[in-house]
């Protein structure tokens, strides 16, 4: 069983970076394909970006599109975000989802593995 915790989240300006890291354990990620949900208070989950265990897989939200990275790195069994030019509606519980399917939705339903998630705030 793929057991998955995420970290990195703080407190950043408009503008600033933060790269966050999920690290699986139990079983390797390199079976999984990955992806990042973010959460913002009385909202649902939110797609941000995920990459398919089959790897050149690798899908970003059109919101984070130039400014965010999903990479992972299986001798180590993590996937980073690295998010760039944060914005302030960006600001929320960011969580990593892992699915055994080598495709890439949107829907946080297709993914029945998470992580705890890593809150983000973004001051204004």
């Known amino acids: 069983q793929l057991h998955l915790v995420g970290s990195g989240g703080g407190l950043v300006q408009t503008g600033g970076s933060l790269t966050l890291t999920c690290v699986g354990s139990?079983?390797?990620?390199?079976?999984?394909?990955m992806g990042w949900f973010r959460q913002a208070p009385g909202k649902g989950r939110e797609f941000v970006a995920a990459?398919?265990?089959?790897?050149?897989?690798?899908v970003v939200a059109d919101s984070g599109k130039g400014r965010f990275t999903i990479s992972r790195d299986n001798a180590k069994s993590t996937v980073s975000l690295t998010m760039n030019s944060l914005k302030p509606e960006e600001a929320g519980g960011y969580s990593c989802?892992?699915?055994?399917?080598?495709?890439?939705?949107?829907?946080?339903?297709?993914?029945?593995?998470w992580g705890q998630g890593t809150q983000v705030t973004v001051s204004a």
């Open positions: 989802a892992a699915r055994v399917e080598q495709n890439t939705p949107a829907n946080p339903s297709e993914y029945p593995n």
């Open positions: 139990g079983a390797s990620i390199r079976s999984y394909t």
């Open positions: 990459d398919s265990w089959v790897g050149d897989n690798t």
